[in-house]
């Protein structure tokens, strides 16, 4: 009898530590604290899957929801809108502190000059368009043409810009995940407007503005406030951006439909990992990625990250189901998956993927730049490593039994083509 349940539920444990330091017998006097670096109580969460983990601090123990969720418009207008999921409705981003989020301009949209509380890795889902990256301490910027299957990766204090042409036929759409472990708040993102009714200069005096720009208070005031619109915007007709630079492309997008795979198997699947090789700033962003392609009806091999790291996952297109198993033998996760969703799977949890008809296409993220799967079936399996007698003796069965699982799967791996 099989010892899953159907909910998509995990335990956490939450380790209260504490920052900072107060000295009770000589108070100090006011401080001037950024919110960057205030003191406080910081949660640290675990995962836990069994009632007996929960020894630790039972009265902290608590469900977390696994479920795969759309995302929620935050803003946006005629020049398109910016998307992103809420630790409040996927528990797992908080518990991971990781963001997710998602751009999408109309014809001619914009999405204003910004900066983000934390590094991440973008991917276009659509359409094609231009970005504007200034890397910190860059004195000029990078105008890059993106298309539907590049992957950008931005590190911490990078300034960015996007646009999709007048003439363009589709929305022009771009994913973000990323890490959020130093930011503002776990499990999202905090994005820093530079212009616009919500931008940084809003906040300042026209005093601190003129004197930072070498300009007049009048003229200060005038150029902070001639844009009204926040975020996004749709540019007026025969207003012109930069062309894109060839040259700016090096090093800083990597197409992973047109990338060498490294992984193909026929009526399987396809792997393009994003690595510190292929894409340097991996490494400055801390996070590895990957596309991946399943044939229709095909299965993703159980397998877990065995370095510590959170997999969290775009379904880009396609449809199917998912199971993830915690441990204990707990099934924490069982259900269907489709296009627009977003889903994570915890530490060293295992997870598979049977796709529909239709198949099904994924974009993922891993919370280490250069991630080290093991695989429970397929000929790359640890199955496959253990000898005979332990295998007999760990699963208490005949050397005959042995011999029919040894036997099974020696030309497959990590994707399973149906029979």
Same mark, same amino acid.
């Given at each position: 009898m099989s010892k899953s349940i159907s909910s998509s539920y995990v335990k956490i444990r939450s380790n209260y530590t504490y920052r900072g330091a107060i000295n009770t017998q000589h108070p100090s006097p006011p401080l001037l604290i950024t919110p960057s670096y205030s003191w406080h109580f910081h949660p640290e969460p675990s995962i836990v899957a069994s009632s007996s983990s929960s020894l630790f601090f039972p009265f902290l123990a608590m469900a977390v929801d696994l479920t795969p969720r759309q995302p929620t418009k935050a803003y946006g207008g005629e020049g398109g809108a910016y998307f992103e999921w809420s630790p409040a409705e996927l528990p797992m981003l908080g518990v991971a502190s990781i963001g997710a989020a998602k751009l999408s301009l109309a014809a001619g949209g914009m999405s204003l000059p910004s900066y983000s509380d934390s590094a991440k890795v973008a991917y276009v889902l659509q359409g094609k368009g231009t970005v504007g990256i200034v890397l910190p301490e860059a004195t000029k910027e990078k105008v890059v043409a993106i298309k539907e299957g590049d992957a950008l990766a931005l590190p911490f204090g990078v300034t960015t810009w996007w646009h999709n042409t007048p003439e363009s036929a589709t929305e022009l759409v771009v994913?973000?995940?990323?890490?959020?472990?130093?930011?503002?708040? =776990?499990?999202?993102?905090?994005?820093?407007?530079?212009?616009?009714?919500?931008?940084?200069?809003?906040?300042?005096?026209?005093?601190?503005?003129?004197?930072? *720009?070498?300009?007049?208070?009048? #003229?200060?005031?005038?150029?902070?406030?001639?844009?009204?619109?926040?975020?996004?915007?749709?540019?007026?007709?025969?207003?012109?951006?930069?062309?894109?630079?060839?040259?700016?492309?090096? #090093?800083?997008?990597?197409?992973?439909?047109?990338?060498?795979?490294?992984?193909?198997?026929?009526?399987?699947?396809?792997?393009?990992?994003?690595?510190?090789?292929?894409?340097?700033?991996?490494?400055?962003?801390?996070?590895?990625?990957?596309?991946?392609?399943?044939?229709?009806?095909?299965?993703?091999?159980?397998?877990?990250?065995? #370095?510590?790291?959170?997999?969290?996952?775009?379904?880009?297109?396609?449809?199917?189901?998912?199971?993830?198993?915690? =441990?204990?033998?707990?099934?924490?996760?069982?259900?269907?998956?489709?296009?627009?969703?977003?889903?994570?799977? =915890?530490?060293?949890?295992?997870?598979?993927?049977?796709? #529909?008809?239709?198949?099904?296409? *994924?974009?993922?993220?891993?919370?280490?730049?250069?991630?080290?799967?093991?695989?429970?079936?397929?000929?790359?399996?640890? *199955?496959?490593?253990?000898?005979?007698?332990?295998?007999?003796?760990?699963?208490?069965?005949?050397?005959?039994?042995?011999?029919?699982?040894?036997?099974?799967r020696l030309d497959s791996e990590i994707f399973f083509a149906p029979n």
């Open positions: 994913l973000f995940l990323g890490d959020t472990s130093k930011g503002h708040r =776990p499990g999202q993102f905090t994005n820093f407007q530079l212009t616009g009714s919500s931008g940084i200069f809003t906040g300042f005096s026209t005093e601190f503005v003129g004197r930072a *720009w070498d300009l007049k208070e009048d #003229d200060a005031a005038k150029l902070v406030s001639s844009q009204p619109a926040s975020g996004i915007v749709k540019l007026a007709a025969g207003r012109k951006l930069p062309e894109p630079v060839p040259e700016d492309r090096k #090093d800083m997008a990597l197409n992973c439909l047109e990338a060498k795979l490294d992984v193909d198997i026929p009526n399987g699947g396809r792997v393009v990992v994003l690595n510190t090789v292929n894409l340097p700033l991996v490494k400055e962003v801390g996070l590895g990625a990957d596309l991946v392609r399943i044939d229709a009806h095909s299965m993703c091999s159980p397998g877990f990250s065995c #370095d510590s790291a959170y997999q969290v996952t775009y379904i880009v297109r396609g449809s199917g189901r998912v199971q993830v198993v915690g =441990p204990d033998g707990k099934r924490v996760l069982e259900t269907r998956i489709e296009g627009g969703s977003l889903f994570i799977v =915890p530490r060293f949890h295992v997870v598979s993927k049977i796709a #529909d008809a239709s198949g099904m296409e *994924w974009f993922s993220i891993i919370t280490t730049p250069n991630p080290i799967f093991s695989h429970l079936a397929g000929k790359t399996s640890v *199955w496959k490593a253990i000898s005979p007698e332990v295998l007999e003796a760990s699963f208490n069965t005949t050397p005959e039994m042995e011999k029919l699982f040894r036997s099974k």
